[in-house]
């Protein structure tokens, strides 16, 4: 097994326990996300239209082996008024059985159903699942390209994918060079085996014998082998591979801007413009996260705009794209879908609303009174933030 | 060809050219949905997350045979900065392709690339490009069920349903007579064809001698025919059946609640309680727009709650479900579907949002500098609507 799985796998490591109790208490302390109204409007004098939000109903949620997951998206789904099922990685299965107990136990003891959130165990009871449209309300696969992709051709169900972690940091040519090494270590180092680790470093063309030669040595001291193209390979000093180890430095090719390392292992290309930057992205990405440093406003907003990514930072490390850090507590995923919730999904990602229309009228409302020559629309917005009955 | 069909295809019917035209210049005067902070925080000093609304990229629309929709959803495109490529039923084919040639000319007036706005005319060219899901970010497709999850299963491609339209009026047992008359003819009679045309009426038994009676006769008036249950049926006075047709009451069958009738055609049944309506309507509607004719706050509160659908209306007429109406200016279509927008959906429907984060400290920000024993989020909300840069 991968020193990454093991990692990943162990919920006594790295205070992963103590994170994930605390995401608990947090999504507790979070407002109901049911119930809210984000648009009110009265028709017509005593026809009022409220948008209100409400649960999408049953989720299945299929993860990587990582037993904390299985208590994060409980929590958010009881939180949400979802009922959940949920399918770990298979190396995991004898923990996510034990939360799972627990958490029935807890559903149990506050009159809940014990069967709201349910694991499963096998591949076989994921295929049966997703047959059955008429009971289960949204995928949500976390893992990569392949399982999405695999999950979107056997399914009517919407999915909501939670793909791979391809994420870039851009030096710009303005970049300061304290910044650029924060955000290049932190952003590789912190955690290599996450999905928002970056994997490929793009240095401009005239930081290659200045910003990247110090960006370089940091990362070789944290002991990333750096898989560089020609230039940003030449312009490293051979004394900053210390102690020399063979490997450290490699040559790249074009597939490796295509690999999600997951590892202390960092693809390096040069590039000679913000343009040429942003067009390596947007056809490399996989539009999770993709950070800048640059000194220059005007050129951050840019990328900001023309990536086209569920995360745009600058001078801010990739790391910081997750659902816990945004506020949201903790997350179901890190979506690389487009649409319905994009980026790290907390309680917000798992409602939906309903349009309820209440008329006062003696009479009742119809459409028939209105139009040419009659009643027009007032579409007269109603100031009110929770549904009045 | 069906009357419906044909009065589906007259642009010159009905003022239909006229509210299509007003459609286009109320899209164009409502706010850009893109640029639009729904999330602002404050992470630590200096660190701000936004979550700005943004396009959601090439939208593909395959919708029957109603030319005004091509109007409708490229205006509603080209406000929410998205492309669309278009595909009408195949008896509007001509009409398509003259609206969509205007458009092309519009574009390029405004100098927008003329293909923005793209019609196609085959079921060959969709199949195509359901493949395309590297280029394709989201498949409206508006018509039959059958014609929803066809695309469901062809496709990676996420789809945004818009399928039948199988709504309910219920009189409670304590409706007002005059509301259940005037909601229950103007949801059949004022555009049977529509899909927020009411399809199944449900009757409290205590109602069957009283307030059935008068609706059954005003809904006979507008030549409508009942398919009714025994008890229902048997409550109709055989003078109202004037003059006399001997179809224009006829018994129904279990499958008489499974049908879209979308013409002058009514399925009738006796219920014997709200949480028997309730139950009626979640396991036969399409989740589309059901409404409750009651005097009671407390009975219409538990049926919009109860009733598991995109709109629940309170003596209002079902014809109330529509963009226009609800002040969107015109509408893609009602999704069916639970997720990304349900009902009707105007341009709000149409965005997605990226989180864009600036870090404005020194020495830009790294997550390793927050944990046990250092810095801690501080998550204050900003409080700002359009994003600052």
Known sequence: MSKPMLNRLDLGKAGKWEQMVLGVTDVARLPDPTGIVSYASELDDGLELYRVSCPIGVLLVIFEARPEVVVNIAALAIRSGNAAILKGGKESNRTTVELANAISEGLKQASLPPTYIQAIQTRAEVSALLALDQFIDLVIPRGSNSLVRNIQNNTRIPVMGHADGLCHVYLHKDADQDKAIRVAVDSKVDYPSACNAVETLLVHRELLHSVWVEVARALLREGVQLICDSDALSAIPSESVTPPKPDSVVNSTEQSY?????????????????????????????????????????????????????????????????????????????????????????????VIYKYTMLSKANKGHVVGEFGDGKKSYKHTPIKISTVPF
């Not at 000194?295 to 990536?307: I, Y």
């Not at 910081?320 to 997350?331: L, P, Q």
């Open 258 to 350: 295509h690999i999600e390392h997951l590892d202390l292992k960092l693809s390096v290309k040069t590039v000679d413009s913000l343009d040429a930057a942003i067009q390596h992205i947007n056809t490399h990405s996989s539009h999770h996260t993709d950070a800048i440093v640059t000194e220059s406003g005007e050129e951050g907003a840019k990328f900001c705009r023309g990536v086209d990514s569920a995360g745009t930072f600058v001078n801010a490390s990739t790391r910081f794209a997750d659902g816990f850090r945004y506020g949201f507590g903790t997350e179901v995923g890190i979506s690389t879908g487009r649409i319905h919730a994009r980026g790290p999904v907390g309680l917000e990602g798992l």
